[in-house]
């Protein structure tokens, strides 16, 4: 691994990584719309739990960049939705 490439690893490690519940409140949507919007998302973490007989549960870790991009697409009307007056969170 190069120089550049762990700085720019370390660099995403500790950046703000936001859960479902707070894009929902911050944005005025709910956690099920945050969660389609995000579960499918390229550079989100997913973390699987699976549960034996029971639909396998998963917590999602949506990095500030992510949600940044996400909300800039919504806000251009490129999206499935948009949301009047929803600030992206800071």
């Avoid at 997913?46 to 870790?61: A, D, E, M, Q, S």
């Avoid at 992510?66 to 009047?84: I, K, P, T, W």
Wanted: aromatic share 8%.
């Amino acid at each position: 691994m190069s120089l550049g490439s762990a700085a720019s690893t370390l660099q995403q490690l500790l950046e703000r990584h936001y859960t479902v519940q707070e894009l929902a409140a911050a944005w005025s949507l709910s956690q099920d719309t945050i969660r389609r919007l995000f579960e499918s998302e390229f550079g989100v973490i997913v973390i699987f739990h699976p549960h034996r007989g029971r639909r396998p549960y998963k917590t999602l870790r949506i990095p500030a960049p992510v949600a940044e991009r996400v909300y800039r697409r919504l806000s251009n009307g490129n999206g499935c939705s948009r949301r009047h007056g929803a600030e992206p969170p800071s």
